[in-house]
């Protein structure tokens, strides 16, 4: 190596950022783009981590630098032109990763089926309406020329630049007149609610430069984030309701409560426990003993019953598709199967989510929202676009859930009628 001390320069300087530095740039550019500082999340958590922000990096084209790169070089966050450099700034990044844990917080993200689901709606209601997550100019009206009232945004003169930059001190020219624009434009944004008296911003405004006015000017939020969270409610219900998270009063559908009584161990004695087991933790019941199950579940015979049962705690990789089971991920994480007992279905971590009753709900929600979000109103439209799709899909998923068991049931009764033995029948 030419220069070990560049190397040791550029992996100190890149070990030492922290996540807050990711998080500041990133800010900082939300904010020259119009968009809300933190936007949806996976973009968020993708633009703060610095292994793939580094990756980005290094096969971007050099000539055609994004403004998000040139932000963090004017941070002091770029990457050196120096190879030696280059090199301990690559090193320094992959060693801040793993002592931050800022790639495990991408899973940490994506580490339940709830947690996917609303991340792609969000991800999709964005590309939907980007104006979601974007931030519009603060204007006033503003007397002009001729006495014509027109609305004008609001400078920001503490971080302006060009013609109303800060004079160097009381006997430039120009002092005068900034303090009276600097003063009228304050009194501007106390009386629009932008700011505090003191100048303290206020909830939901930003910052942006405007190159029209050559100076930074205040805007604020189309849309309220709780009220874009909003937006995810139907999906949520769908994907919550898919895996068992809705039933208080312990399992449903042939599963066992999470905290089972011992009388019926499909029903909870403890329904605060209940509750607070499936809400805050995510947890589900297990599949009940097959004598219970049929209960349930007529159409279910023994035989398909163990074989699902094989497939939903089998943890061996599987990528052979021809036996309609497979096992993407070590650890039984990410498995599907064809022919399950609730039919086609993904497996997540442990939660079953079947095409009929889950997926086809989800996806109707999604597209209800995405249609929604594109109109004048996108929140109430994209709700009630969400909510008319998780009706539709959920109907639709139900239909042809009760199909494929009378098709089940009535192959069981040819074939001997196994659930029968255990009904009593």
């Known amino acids: 190596m030419q220069d070990p001390q560049g190397f040791i320069q550029g992996f100190k300087d890149r070990y030492g950022e922290g996540k807050e530095d990711y998080r500041l740039a990133r800010y900082t550019y939300n904010a020259e783009q119009g968009k809300d500082a933190e936007g949806a999340r996976l973009y968020q958590t993708l633009a703060t981590n610095p292994t793939f922000v580094l990756l980005k990096d290094l096969f971007r084209s050099k000539d055609d630098p994004a403004l998000y790169e040139r932000k963090r070089a004017e941070m002091g966050m770029g990457l050196s ?5 280059r090199t301990g700034q690559i090193f320094g990044t992959l060693a801040n990763d793993l002592t931050q844990d800022t790639s495990r917080g991408l899973w940490w993200l994506l580490n339940a089926p709830q947690a996917v689901g609303n991340v792609v709606n969000e991800v ?9 997550f974007r931030h519009e100019a603060v204007k006033t009206d503003v007397t002009k020329n001729g006495g014509k009232v027109e609305q004008d945004p609001i400078r920001a003169h503490e971080y302006s630049k060009g013609v109303l930059r800060k004079p160097q001190g009381k006997k430039d020219p120009r002092y005068t007149t900034w303090i009276q624009e600097m003063n009228k434009d304050h009194d501007r944004a106390v009386a ?4 505090s008296p003191e100048g303290q911003l206020k909830k939901g405004i930003q910052k942006q430069y405007s ?3 050559k100076s930074m ?3 604020k939020r189309k849309f309220n984030p709780g009220d874009v969270a909003a937006l995810g409610i139907p999906t949520g219900v769908a994907i919550n309701a898919g895996i068992g998270l809705l039933n208080p009063l312990g399992g449903s559908g042939g599963y066992e409560a999470v905290l089972p009584s011992e009388e019926d161990p499909t029903k909870t004695q403890n329904v605060i426990g209940e509750v607070a087991a499936k809400y805050i933790l995510g947890r589900t019941g297990n599949l009940a003993p097959y004598e219970e199950f049929v209960k349930h579940r007529p159409d279910v015979s023994v035989g398909d019953y163990n074989r699902y049962k094989a497939f939903k705690y089998d943890k061996e990789l599987d990528y052979d598709i021809t036996d309609g089971d497979v096992n993407l991920v070590p650890g039984g994480v990410l498995k599907a199967t064809t022919d399950g007992i609730h039919g086609p279905e993904i497996q997540f971590l442990g939660r079953s989510l079947p095409a009929t009753t889950t997926l086809t709900p989800f996806l109707g929600a999604l597209a209800g929202g995405i249609a929604g979000v594109r109109t004048k109103r996108p929140i109430a439209r994209g709700l009630q676009g969400g909510m008319a799709g998780l009706a539709t899909g959920g109907a639709i998923g139900l239909i042809a859930e009760e199909a494929r068991r009378r098709a089940s049931s009535n192959q069981n009764q040819m074939q001997g009628g196994n659930a029968e033995q255990y009904l009593g029948n």
């Not at 032109?81 to 450099?85: A, G, I, L, M």
């Open 81 to 85: 032109k120096d190879t030696p450099t």
């Open 124 to 132: 999709a209601l964005n590309a939907a309406n980007p104006d979601l």
């Open 192 to 195: 629009a609610g932008v700011i």
């Open 211 to 213: 190159e029209a006015m």
């Open 217 to 219: 000017i205040y805007t």
